[in-house]
């Protein structure tokens, strides 16, 4: 008996050397980061932004990989089914593990069981934007526009949380507008631009640029207070849609069954790098609010 227990308790020794082996070891190689969405987009800006970060601290490239469709199931569905070693990661958000669940009817992951989450980089909250060819100029002509003219509005969308947003505004403004998909909020946001589409939800940083030049219009914010980018924008709550709010957040997560060492790892490099004021400065230009999460305050 006290052999077998020796036995034991030599095995957990050597499984715990392992595991430390492998956390002092890696990356030994290249990893990938998969964007679940098209370039140009929030999700694509933060992951180029920690992954040259990750690159530099841990020497080893983090490669950007752009995977858009189906909301975001195409990418994250490749990470999922990924070998858990550390070396497939997703920059997911809350509609590749959050929304998709209740806007389809068959997603091809579980977005629990099937990752194992990392860290939230970033929290961002959305503008209403249209092509200035639209006869409204806020949020009640707007409103006022698409009751005259009931599904010939047509609003663009790049993935759940701009979805989501178009549909909680159709559904407390009570108007019928034509809701139009795109593989990202990059393509939707240039869709109107160029007049394809006249509505979309859009990033501030990505949207606030076009809006001064003169290309784009803003109706108003989708968050509880106005944006230090744009204050002469009025909320969107205080136009006429009271409570009314549409964010994404943004996140790192691994495959499952990735080693805890490799994700504790990570995850302590991505707290650190959110900490260094270059990148402070830049994801404040860009508009994002910067959280700092455990790997189990991200999968709370």
């Not at 098209?38 to 752009?66: H, M, T």
């Not at 009640?140 to 949380?161: D, H, N, S, V």
């Given at each position: 008996?006290?052999?077998?227990?020796?036995?034991?308790?030599?095995?957990?020794?050597?499984?715990?050397?392992?595991?430390?082996?492998?956390?002092?070891?890696?990356?030994?190689?290249?990893?990938?980061?998969?964007?679940?969405?098209?370039?140009?987009?929030?999700?694509?800006?933060?992951?180029?932004?920690?992954?040259?970060?990750?690159?530099?601290?841990?020497?080893?490239?983090?490669?950007?990989?752009?995977?858009?469709?189906?909301?975001?199931?195409?990418?994250?569905?490749?990470?999922?089914?990924?070998?858990?070693?550390?070396?497939?990661?997703?920059?997911?958000?809350?509609?590749?593990?959050?929304?998709?669940?209740?806007?389809?009817?068959?997603?091809?992951?579980?977005?629990?069981?099937?990752?194992?989450?990392?860290?939230?980089?970033?929290?961002?909250?959305?503008?209403?934007?249209?092509?200035?060819?639209?006869?409204?100029?806020?949020?009640?002509?707007?409103?006022?526009?698409?009751?005259?003219?009931?599904?010939?509005?047509?609003?663009?969308?790049?993935?759940?949380?701009?979805?989501?947003?178009?549909?909680?505004?159709?559904?407390?403004?009570?108007?019928?507008?034509?809701?139009?998909?795109?593989?990202?909020?990059?393509?939707?946001?240039?869709?109107?631009?160029?007049?394809?589409?006249?509505?979309?939800?859009?990033?501030?940083?990505?949207?606030?640029?076009?809006?001064?030049?003169?290309?784009?219009?803003?109706?108003?914010?989708?968050?509880?207070?106005?944006?230090?980018?744009?204050?002469?924008?009025?909320?969107?709550?205080?136009?006429?849609?009271?409570?009314?709010?549409?964010?994404a957040w943004y996140g790192l997560l691994a495959p499952p069954a990735t080693p805890r060492t490799i994700v504790n790892r990570l995850n302590g490099e991505t707290m650190r790098i959110l900490e260094l004021p270059d990148v402070q400065q830049r994801l404040r230009s860009e508009a994002f609010e910067t959280p700092a999460d455990t790997p189990e305050g991200l999968a709370a």
């Amino acid at each position: 008996m006290r052999m077998r227990g020796l036995g034991r308790a030599s095995l957990l020794v050597l499984a715990i050397a392992a595991a430390s082996a492998t956390a002092q070891s890696y990356p030994a190689r290249p990893v990938r980061i998969v964007v679940p969405f098209g370039p140009g987009g929030p999700s694509d800006l933060l992951a180029r932004v920690f992954g040259q970060k990750l690159s530099e601290a841990l020497g080893q490239p983090f490669v950007i990989e752009n995977r858009g469709g189906a909301n975001g199931m195409v990418g994250a569905d490749i990470v999922a089914k990924s070998p858990p070693d550390g070396y497939t990661l997703v920059l997911a958000t809350n509609g590749t593990h959050g929304m998709n669940s209740s806007l389809f009817a068959k997603v091809p992951y579980d977005p629990v069981k099937d990752f194992a989450p990392i860290a939230r980089l970033a929290l961002q909250y959305f503008l209403l934007v249209s092509h200035p060819s639209l006869p409204a100029r806020s949020v009640k002509e707007l409103i006022q526009l698409a009751a005259a003219r009931p599904g010939q509005t047509a609003w663009a969308y790049g993935g759940a949380p701009t979805q989501l947003g178009a549909e909680l505004f159709r559904t407390e403004a009570k108007v019928n507008v034509l809701v139009v998909p795109y593989k990202g909020n990059a393509p939707a946001v240039t869709s109107v631009v160029s007049g394809e589409a006249q509505i979309v939800f859009g990033g501030i940083a990505h949207t606030g640029p076009q809006v001064r030049a003169g290309r784009l219009r803003a109706l108003g914010i989708a968050a509880a207070q106005r944006s230090e980018l744009l204050p002469e924008v009025p909320t969107i709550a205080e136009s006429g849609l009271p409570g009314f709010e549409v964010s994404a957040w943004y996140g790192l997560l691994a495959p499952p069954a990735t080693p805890r060492t490799i994700v504790n790892r990570l995850n302590g490099e991505t707290m650190r790098i959110l900490e260094l004021p270059d990148v402070q400065q830049r994801l404040r230009s860009e508009a994002f609010e910067t959280p700092a999460d455990t790997p189990e305050g991200l999968a709370a």
